[in-house]
């Protein structure tokens, strides 16, 4: 409104945390973007790497991983709830034939209101794993159950 009010330029996008563990902003946030067609660019979509599939809970955290090299982000990201919906999700995605980054991809890129996904990358193998998992087109019913699987567990 003061944007149209005042002849001004518009928001186009909002930047806010949101992934298949953080979902919050759809209570609130999402239906306003929706009334005002705003996109999302979603900050943080990998939940700092625990989406990616390279961390199990009881095992050896990788050395190069984002969680396992700040503290902030571990205490953040690992907790039972998220590895309960990481584990259901990772069943999900594999009973489907895919792994759990290309479902927390093609969860993202499946939201109306998600303008681009942009997920750090620090090798070119995880850069194209990235592209590539945006090719998964999740069905209405996939879709369901995944809403089941994370907002049960949050």
Not at 44 to 63: F, S
Not at 89 to 112: C, D, I, K, V, Y
Request: glycine share 4%; proline share 5%; charged share 20%.
């Amino acid at each position: 409104w003061t944007a149209r009010h005042h002849n001004l330029n518009h928001y186009i996008t909002c930047q806010d945390q949101y992934s298949l563990l953080a979902r919050g902003i759809e209570r609130e946030l999402i239906p306003v973007m929706k009334d005002y067609s705003l996109g999302l660019i979603p900050h943080t979509p990998l939940a700092a790497g625990l989406l990616t599939g390279k961390y199990r809970r009881n095992a050896p955290m990788p050395e190069a991983g984002r969680i396992t090299r700040e503290k902030r982000q571990a205490e953040r990201w690992i907790s039972d709830a998220n590895w309960a919906t990481v584990e259901k999700l990772t069943a999900f995605a594999e009973a489907r034939g895919h792994n759990l980054l290309e479902l927390a991809m093609s969860w993202l890129a499946a939201q109306p209101v998600v303008a681009t996904v942009i997920a750090g990358a620090t090798k070119p193998e995880q850069l194209e794993a990235n592209v590539n998992a945006a090719d998964w087109a999740l069905t209405t019913e996939e879709l369901q159950q995944i809403d089941t699987i994370t907002t049960n567990m949050q």
